[in-house]
């Protein structure tokens, strides 16, 4: 290459580089980072009300972290995310977002139309987390609560993630939603985030789930239930089993930690269109706590207890899709997926009419636990001998 | 070429008619003033053999060359005290005086009077003989050089601590202390019109590659240039690919370094007055291999080595990708270091890459003044370095914290690889540029435009990235990592084709 | 001008960067949806007939590629005219590709860059590398298939905690005929795209390796290319996968182990980058082959500059918006590359057999073109 070549390309390379400017160059300190937004339905027309928290940073040595909340209107949700720069003067940035509150009352109208700009945007990820809001307005969560942390939306992220050892609420980020909603045989479960006031202070509560329909809200669920409801649907990590059991006409508490649990959902194929599901809880838990004096580690007490648990489980997760069979009809648990996947061509025959032989869906659980350890201790406290 | 190097010779040979000497001793002296007049260290002695009064002499040499005891007890003593008898005359008494009298090592009879006077400039003394019109060049070098030391620019904590120094004879003696091969050939040749400077090829016969050997002494031939002051004169002017920033020719100043490089059959380049050996052909790879790595564990030197590869291209690289993450890529940097480096930013009134721009200078700025500056008031910059420019900056929120991370960080990366540092900067600045331009694909894009670049060149014939993208197992052994000597059994291929077997399959 | 060769682990990395190139970018089969690795499986099946095909070609004239080939074996006018149509595929492979390439650019990252950019810098650095000779291109290629094979084994098991296994199931849900259609479309895209290589990799150290060498490169790329569209369908599901044009890209973001380990998208930039750059530079080589013979020119070298900006000028062309470019190439293409991948071939084939058996006066002509 002779050196003229190189000066002509240097030149057509620098050209290009300079007419070009910088595109899609941003500066971090020249964008609002949002945290979270909450979503609710515009009172005055059909579109919505975007609530969102933006972080703000204050620099220097000291860096210091806190929230400001900006309300916007728009018909659609692009529109809202763009209107937003008339009040925060920058753009959004929505990459680092961590939740989205949809209010119940927007759910219930739907949420599918919400949800295509997130997934859509290629400035927004779909791994957020959706939570609903069982306040009448979303926007109350981010405007309300007082934070322990500085973010809220953070905080929610943190509240959920660690779900993994309390197990009372689901987790649900956008794009598992849109493929649920997708799906055959399935319906969405979504967390549901509450106020509640502790010292006066309005705290956020994140507990129980949002039963949907196709994209549409129908009911809650409470956070003891869900935890049985995770069992059915195999996604329990962790968690609490309290159980009475009575010694000598003491009654006594017990509470066992889940180490594992894994639940076998296998379809049963009954008629040609027709399925039953039976479902096969294992679940491992340690004694973590006894509420009492009942000997729970020796091997009598042992069995007795392990009994104990496997009837109540196999009650409460009976209990529990009854309760949704009847009231919601809705198949949160994925059955109808499974049969889809076991028995094809029956379900050709029931995809129809899903939604009413869910309700109508025999489902046969059985339980197994297996009691691992007692911690640290390896007899219960004996009082005064 | 041709041209200019016939040009070249023709103006020698004018030289030597024009200066011819003559059977007389004034006028040869003569000659020697004409020639070298105006030259005050000019040292020129008559004198007269005791016995034989015809037998009349003249002693030429430049004062501060030579060693005066050669002079005084070899040459002039002989000179005057031998009883030189008369048959002596009859016989040639140049090829007497050459083989009987002067107790010198190194004495040569020439007529050329353009070699006489490249001889007395190197220290040599020149004997006229009266009624010859041959003189007799004798070696009584006596200027002074440096001692051996341990070589600056090439630290090491094991291993033998000699560098090379100005004097090539000297250089050459430290080689071959450690390859006594007779294979172990050494040619001079002179390079340079005004300085005449000797240059030496050193390869290893039945090793290095003929071909090689023949295309640099091809390459030597071609040089026409008024003066070589350093082996870098030298390392550009044979050089392949004369616009690439990367070396294709490499330098040491340690004979240890020269000798392994021989036993691989790579060739070494002696350049009198330069304590810098050129070897080549060079690869990619060596700018990352120290003579340490050999000598320490293996595993330890592997270790090394790699910390050294990673370090050179994070050396190019960090900058350009940390402009682009934090301009193009945000969603890309976990919550909380986004966060931070946010509220870095703030109030600070340059882009980033401007930011990075300006730090990447002035760390360019103090290394230069670091090695520029007399080391007394080194001190002085390294508190201003470090305080005023780091500390102070920041805390003015003139620059944010994180750029000055990274621009630290970048320099001390490319001090690692300290040889490689002019291809470091001129790269670096393409990864900024392009990554500044459209993001990590930019960056994508300048490593591509690197390795295509590396894998096109060549160093005497040889694809510099050999071995690089190989994955056979003698080929790997000694590049990113060195593998254990006993399994070094072949010496790189192309380099040494004619003789692979490093050692025997003994073991 | 001096023969330039290759070694067979250069050739088998071309091979597998030029069938990765923008399929892994854009998947492929997606009609079988979460069939798609029995697709998959199918097409590089049926595509070892046909690697076959042109190696066999190419070795009854060893040392020639596929247009010497042509004028060889269909004399100067038809020879000529098959050179066009190869000219042609090349051209238009090239610039598709280079603007898949963009378009990804373009949607999931620079949004607001315009599209030239990213095709200015293709074109730049394939002119660059073409122009550099098939040996740097080898040699180029040997190392870029090594980081991509790392990057992807890294990325891939970081994947792990996150798959369903359930997103399979079931198997063959909808029947053969969506899969036989992604059988199909991924023969055709891209596993029988391999016929362009005929113009660019012909010559190795060792005749006989060819075949292997282009075998082999088709399985390591066929296997990544299944083992990431099982991967996507595992984490995303086969619902979802359908409705984005990037299902890889999609997936890697999906990507979270800890706090840290998140959001590593870009790192498979490097992937999508380097193979459909070395398949659009392989074709540009091509069309430059075909060009220097179409006009008997001394020198490939001289054209190379021209014909990549007219590729890269092409490519902003030849579509009009994304929607188009995913029609084209899941619809549309698979018809379109029918003739250039079966037909042809199997016509050169029999032509080539038959002018070999007539005797060697034909080849004698040749060697003086």
Known sequence: MGIRRIFFFACVVLLASILSGCWNYREIDQVNIVAGIAVDKDENSDGYELTAEIVEVSGGKDAKISSEIISVKGDTMFDAARNAIAISGKRLYWSHAKAIIIS??????????????????????????????????????????????????????????????????????????????????????????????????????????????????????????????????????????????????????????????????????????????????????????????????????????????????????????????????????????KIREKFPSAWEKMRKDWENSFGELEVQVSCKARIENSAMAARPVKAGG | MFKRLNKKNAGKDRAVEKSGLTKSLDENVKLFQEVLKDDETLVIR????????????????????????????????????????????????????????????????????????GALAYGDTVLIVDGFDSVLVINSKGWHTRGIEEPLSEKIVRGPREGFNESIMMNLSLIRRKIKNPGLKIQFREIGVQTRTKVCICYLEGTACEKIVEELRHRLDKIDIDG???????????????????????????????????????????????????????????????????????????????????????????????????????????????????????????????????????????????????????????????????????????????????????????????????????????????????????????????????????????????????????????????????HMRLRPPLIAAKNMERQKKAN | MEKETISKGQAISLAALFVMGSTITLGTAGQAKNDLWISIIIAFAASIPFILIYTRILSMFPGKDLFEILETVFGKLAGKLLTIIYIWYAFHLGSLVIRNFAEFVNTVSLPETPLFITVFFFGIFGIWIVKAGIEVFGRTANLFIMIDLIVILLVNLAVFPQINPDFLKPVLGNGWAPVLQGAFSSFTFPFAETVVLMGA?????????????????????????????????????????????????????????????????????????????????????????????????????????????????????????????????????????????????????????????????????????
């Open chain 1, 104 to 337: 119940s009352e927007q759910a219930k109208e739907g949420i599918g139309k919400i949800i295509d700009w997130y997934n859509r945007d290629s400035e927004t990820r779909a791994d957020v987390n959706i939570i609903i809001s069982r306040t009448k307005k979303a926007k109350d969560i981010l405007d309300k609560a007082a934070s322990i942390q500085e973010i809220l939306s953070f905080e929610m992220e943190d509240m959920i993630s660690n779900q993994a050892s309390l197990s009372k609420a689901p987790s649900q980020e956008v794009w598992q939603f849109l493929n649920i909603l997708e799906a055959e045989g399935v319906m969405p479960l979504i967390p549901v985030v509450d106020l509640r006031t502790i010292n006066g202070k309005s705290n956020l509560d994140i507990d129980g789930g949002a039963v949907f329909r196709k994209d549409k809200l129908v009911g809650f669920i409470d956070g003891e239930d869900i935890k049985y409801v995770l069992f059915a649907m195999d996604r329990i990590k962790g968690g609490l089993l309290i159980e009475n059991i009575e010694e000598n006409g003491e009654e006594s508490k017990v509470s066992l930690e889940i180490f594992e649990s894994d639940t076998k959902v296998r379809p049963v194929k009954l008629a040609e269109n027709k399925a039953a599901i039976k479902l096969e809880v294992e679940v491992v838990v340690a004694v973590g706590e006894i509420k009492g004096y009942a000997d729970v580690i020796n091997e009598e007490g042992r069995k007795k207890l392990r009994g104990i648990t496997e009837a109540s489980l196999k009650k409460n997760i009976e209990t529990v899709i009854k309760k949704i069979q009847k009231e919601y009809k809705s198949d949160i648990f994925g059955f109808g997926e």
């Open chain 2, 46 to 117: 008559r004198l007269n053999n005791k016995y034989l009064k015809s037998a009349r002499f003249a002693l030429i040499y430049f004062e501060g060359m030579i060693k005066p005891d050669i002079i005084n007890e070899n040459i002039i003593r002989p000179l005057i005290q031998q009883n030189l008898k008369e048959e002596i005359l009859e016989n040639n008494l140049v090829e007497e005086l050459r083989q009987k009298i002067i107790a010198a090592s190194d004495v040569f009879e020439t007529r050329d009077i353009y070699q006489v006077c």
């Open chain 2, 228 to 486: 070589i002051l350093d082996s870098g004169y030298i390392q550009e002017l044979i050089r392949d690919e004369p616009f690439s920033p990367f070396d294709t020719i490499g330098i040491t100043e340690r004979p240890d370094i020269a000798a392994a490089k021989l036993l691989e059959g790579r060739i070494a380049l002696l350049v009198d007055g330069s304590p810098f050996a050129l070897t080549l052909p060079f690869l990619f790879i060596e700018y990352f291999q120290t003579n340490e790595d050999y000598y320490n564990n293996y595993f330890f030197g592997s270790v090394n080595r790699l910390l050294r590869v990673a370090a050179g291209l994070l050396s190019i690289a960090v900058p350009a990708i940390y402009v682009a993450l934090v301009t193009f890529h945000q969603e890309m940097i976990p919550t909380p270091l986004l966060l931070s480096i946010s509220a870095a930013r703030q109030g600070v009134p340059f882009p980033t890459i401007v930011e990075a721009l300006l730090m990447l200078t002035v760390f360019e700025l103090l290394r230069e003044a670091g090695t520029r500056i007399p080391t007394t008031v080194g001190q002085a910059v390294s508190i201003v370095g470090a305080l005023v420019l780091g500390q102070a900056a920041v805390d003015a929120r003139f620059v944010s914290a994180p750029i000055v991370i990274i621009a630290a960080f970048t320099g001390i990366t490319a001090l690692l690889s300290i040889k490689s540092q002019g291809a470091a900067i001129f790269f670096r600045l393409v990864f900024l540029f392009l990554g500044s331009m459209i993001g990590v694909f930019g960056i994508i894009f300048s490593f591509l435009g690197l390795i295509i670049h590396l894998m096109s060149l060549r160093s005497f014939g040889v694809p510099y990235m050999l071995n690089i993208s190989s994955l056979k197992g003698q080929d790997v052994k000694d590049t990113a990592i060195r593998a254990p000597w006993w």
């Open chain 3, 201 to 369: 990799i012909f010559s190795l150290n060792k005749k006989d390796s060819l075949a292997k060498s282009y075998l082999w490169g088709l399985g390591i790329a066929a296997a990544i290319i299944l083992i990431l569209g099982v991967r996507n369908v595992l984490m995303l599901g086969a619902n979802y996968v359908t409705s984005l044009y990037f299902p890889s890209y999609i997936a890697v973001s999906r990507i979270k182990i800890g706090e840290f380990l998140q959001r590593i998208e870009v790192t498979v930039d490097i992937v999508f980058l380097s193979t459909a750059f070395f398949k659009s530079s392989l074709c540009l080589l091509t069309a430059c082959r075909g060009i220097k013979s179409l006009f008997n020119l001394s020198d490939y070298r001289s054209v190379v500059l021209q014909t990549g900006l007219l590729m890269s000028t092409f490519s902003c062309l030849v579509y009009k918006s994304i929607m188009e470019m995913r029609e084209w190439a899941f619809e549309i293409y698979q018809y379109y590359a029918l003739p250039f991948q079966v037909f042809l071939p199997a016509i050169i084939l029999v032509g080539a057999t038959i002018r070999k058996r007539r005797g060697k006066e034909p080849e004698e002509k040749c060697t003086t073109v």
